[in-house]
Nanobody, 123 residues
Framework: QAQLVESGGGLAQAGGSLRLSCLAP????????TGWFRQAPGKERQFVAAISWSGSTYYRDPVKGRFTISRDSAKNTVYLQMNSLKPEDTAVYYC?????????????????WGQGTQVTVSS
């Protein structure tokens, strides 16, 4: 059962933008590390970006400078703004939350997950 709720996926052209949202019902996102993983067809799920309880941000190298993770504590929501999208960004994107940043940056398994949202970038 998904414990986080993602929205905002869809189809974009290369060079375009999308914004993903992650709502955490019943939880306070500022008390956790919250972030995003993605899984492309035939590939392992991998870390994309995370924001810690203190507001520090972390990114996988291929998305640095293009993706921005942010948090709105009043709305209990974390966002992933994705700009300059590339076809290789095509994947199912999952929101995740856990007390530990290590589980994000090492492609681990955070405790809380969403159901995933599809992002497709056409060339």
């Amino acid at each position: 059962q998904a414990q986080l709720v993602e929205s905002g996926g869809g189809l974009a052209q290369a060079g375009g933008s999308l914004r993903l949202s992650c709502l955490a019902p019943g939880r306070t996102v500022s008390n956790y590390v919250t972030g995003w993983f993605r899984q492309a067809p035939g590939k392992e799920r991998q870390f994309v970006a995370a924001i810690s309880w203190s507001g520090s941000t972390y990114y996988r190298d291929p998305v640095k400078g293009r993706f921005t993770i942010s948090r709105d504590s009043a709305k209990n929501t974390v966002y992933l703004q994705m700009n300059s999208l590339k076809p290789e960004d095509t994947a199912v994107y999952y929101c995740a939350a856990d007390p530990s940043i290590v589980l994000f940056t090492t492609d681990g398994r955070p405790y809380y997950w969403g159901q995933g949202t599809q992002v497709t970038v056409s060339s």
